[in-house]
T-cell receptor, first 114, second 114 residues
Framework: DTGVSQDPRHKITKRGQNVTFRCDPI?????LYWYRQTLGQGPEFLTY????????KSRLLSDRFSAERPKGSFSTLEIQRTEQGDSAMYLC????????????FGEGSRLTVL | GENVEQHPSTLSVQEGDSAVIKCTYS??????FPWYKQELGKGPQLIID?????GEKKDQRIAVTLNKTAKHFSLHITETQPEDSAVYFC?????????????FGSGTRLQVQP
């Protein structure tokens, strides 16, 4: 399978715990995006990497959220001290380096905070 | 997303009929308008896109039209089939990110009745 893969697919945690999601983009794609999607809404932009550099971060993103892409390949998204409002689907997407173009999404990691 | 408004939120049609979904955007400098289809349990997938230098683009049963003056664009699906049932999202470049990221509409759930 050469698509975008995300792990885990589903995470259930208690409020206050930390969680980490991993994304493996399509190998030749150097742009990587994290989005969040809640029920009945469209994906909401969180952050964007070009290679290992984090170039954009939503101003709405809490400082409890941090993302890394240390070698310009896979990426991790960590949420510290989770809150019930963090419950959502976290989507990763990748694209080839161009100004705008097709985003290839993974199937997402669903977070449930109890 | 705050920069893209999408209507209707739900749409039910009979198999073989046409379906039209409309979006408006606020950033007059936007130049790229994709449409994504999301099936249950999967990430969104690009189905068609249009750039601002053209007014219409077709791909088999799917077409997108763009009115830059009015700042709206529409998705047209003709001869609908049950497998067209899904949630459809319009998107536009997200201002403030150098247009590297997309902002999505809230989605239209299309149900094609056999």
């Amino acid at each position: 399978d050469t698509g975008v893969s995300q792990d885990p697919r589903h995470k259930i945690t208690k409020r206050g715990q930390n969680v980490t999601f991993r994304c493996d983009p399509i190998s030749e794609h150097n742009r990587l995006y994290w989005y969040r999607q809640t029920l009945g809404q469209g994906p909401e932009f969180l952050t964007y990497f070009q290679n290992e550099a984090q170039l954009e971060k939503s101003r709405l993103l809490s400082d409890r959220f941090s993302a890394e892409r240390p070698k310009g390949s896979f990426s991790t998204l960590e949420i510290q001290r989770t809150e019930q409002g963090d419950s959502a689907m976290y989507l990763c997407a990748s694209s080839i380096d161009e100004n705008t173009g097709e985003l290839f999404f993974g199937e997402g990691s669903r977070l449930t905070v109890l | 997303g705050e920069n893209v408004e999408q209507h209707p939120s739900t749409l039910s049609v009979q198999e073989g009929d046409s379906a039209v979904i409309k979006c408006t955007y606020s950033d007059s400098a936007s130049n790229y308008f994709p449409w994504y289809k999301q099936e249950l349990g999967k990430g969104p997938q690009l189905i068609i896109d249009i750039r601002s230098n053209v007014g219409e683009k077709k791909d088999q049963r799917i077409a997108v039209t763009l009115n830059k003056t009015a700042k709206h664009f529409s998705l047209h699906i003709t001869e609908t089939q049950p497998e067209d049932s899904a949630v459809y999202f319009c998107a536009a470049p997200l201002p403030g990110t150098g247009r590297r990221a997309l902002t999505f509409g809230s989605g239209t759930r299309l149900q094609v009745q056999p």
